[in-house]
């Protein structure tokens, strides 16, 4: 299995988790900072293509099962073009299981996709004023 992040610095939660289970090849192309009110960063832009580069050579390492960790989540900011999340799905067809995370799949994604799903947060303790915890938010 290949668990691909996008949007992430590499110190989320799941990382410590990821490094202690032998058959899931974990990547992260490093930190950059959170994308602000104005905008994404040439930072931004590179993380994205370097991951969406990862991804695909998986595909050349017999790979069984590939997440790709919020890459929908670069469609918002206009990271990547859908073409190519499109085109990563084609390869993947019959192949390998793909996993894409994140919010606000397009239309022709969610088409293109076996299974679908939507998690809606109902309730979190950050609306009583809880801080976000390490391990479990980030």
């Known amino acids: ?3 691909v992040q996008f949007m992430k610095s590499g110190d989320s939660g799941e990382v410590k ?10 990547y992260c192309p490093g930190k950059h900072p959170f994308i602000l009110a104005r905008g994404p960063e040439p930072v931004h832009y590179r993380h994205a293509e370097l991951s969406l580069e990862h991804a695909l050579g998986t ?8 997440v790709c960790d919020e890459i929908l989540n670069t469609l918002i900011f206009n990271l990547l073009p859908e073409e190519a999340i499109m ?6 067809r019959e192949r390998v299981d793909l996993v894409l995370t994140g919010r606000h ?3 022709e994604i969610i088409d293109a996709a076996d299974y679908a ?7 979190h303790p950050y609306y009583k004023g809880v801080r976000a915890r390490r391990g479990i938010e980030y």
């Open 1 to 3: 299995m290949a668990f």
């Open 59 to 66: 595909l050349q390492d017999s790979v069984q099962i590939l």
């Open 17 to 26: 988790i990821f490094r202690q289970i032998p058959n899931i090849a974990y």
């Open 105 to 107: 799949a397009p239309p």
């Open 117 to 123: 799903t939507e998690l809606i947060q109902v309730k």
């Open 87 to 92: 085109d990563l799905i084609t390869r993947c």
